[in-house]
């Protein structure tokens, strides 16, 4: 089955500067790539996917990598501010296949410093 | 816009005691599903649901049990309860099974003593 290892753990960066989370998955089927932000107290919402047929995907300050070569997948967040304090969870699944669940990553908790 | 809401926020048991968590979603969402949340751990699928009646297990579905009697709600059940089920379970519903967004319940925070 699949499996999402997910670094780093926690994260702190200044406000303005740019974070990076990588997440790695083991099965090479995988093709739906969600990322989910959970603030604190708050409930997980998406903030972003990435499909397989696509490499890059950009919505605003954040963006989704895939190297389905590498098997891995990044969130990049820019121009950080304090609100994007929270914990994220990357997630992977082969979509559409009849077996496998959802597989999230541990998260990663990101600390922005005004 | 989606919501999913879920019976308590906080609930706190007895080891043994029988315990029912429900979730209620008003989107008419075929897809419902119950994580539990461990610090360090991440999501965790206990249950999913692709239809009324219909359930399967997720990755540790031991100790629980699921009901599905009607679309808009998914339950699930402690059967006896043990002081590791400790944990916050927060449900989920989505359009189609895994290739879209989970819209999530605000979590109960269930403490077993």
């Known amino acids: 089955g699949e499996n999402v290892e997910q670094h780093p753990s926690t994260l702190s960066v200044q406000e303005g500067d740019s974070a990076v989370i990588k997440c790695t998955y083991s099965?090479?089927?995988?093709?739906?790539f969600p990322w989910y932000k959970q603030e604190l107290g708050k409930r997980p919402q998406l903030i972003i996917d990435?499909?397989?047929?696509?490499g890059e995907k950009k919505d605003q300050r954040i963006a989704v990598t895939l190297n389905k070569t590498a098997k891995h997948f990044s969130l990049h967040i820019t121009e950080t501010q304090p609100e994007d304090s929270a914990v994220y969870f990357c997630?992977?699944?082969?979509?559409?296949?009849?077996?496998?669940?959802?597989?999230f990553g541990k998260g990663t908790k990101l600390s922005v410093k005004p | 816009d989606v919501k999913v809401t879920q019976s308590s926020r906080y609930l706190v048991k007895r080891t043994g005691e029988k315990v029912f968590l429900e979730c209620v979603q008003d989107?008419?969402?075929?897809?419902m599903f119950w994580y539990r949340q461990d610090p360090g751990l991440g999501l965790r699928l206990i249950y999913f649901?692709?239809?009324?009646?219909?359930?399967e297990k997720g990755d540790i579905p031991e100790g629980y049990s699921v009901s599905r009697e009607k679309k808009e709600r998914f339950s699930l059940i402690l059967e006896s309860a043990s002081t590791n089920q400790t944990s916050m379970y927060l449900c989920?519903?989505?359009?189609?099974?895994?290739?879209?967004?989970?819209?999530f319940g605000p979590g109960t925070r269930l403490t077993v003593t």
């Open positions: 990435i499909r397989s047929n696509v």
């Open positions: 997630a992977a699944i082969k979509d559409g296949g009849s077996q496998g669940n959802l597989i």
């Open positions: 989920a519903s989505s359009l189609r099974r895994w290739g879209s967004q989970q819209y």
């Open positions: 989107m008419d969402h075929e897809n």
């Open positions: 099965d090479s089927a995988s093709n739906y």
């Open positions: 649901s692709y239809d009324v009646k219909m359930k």
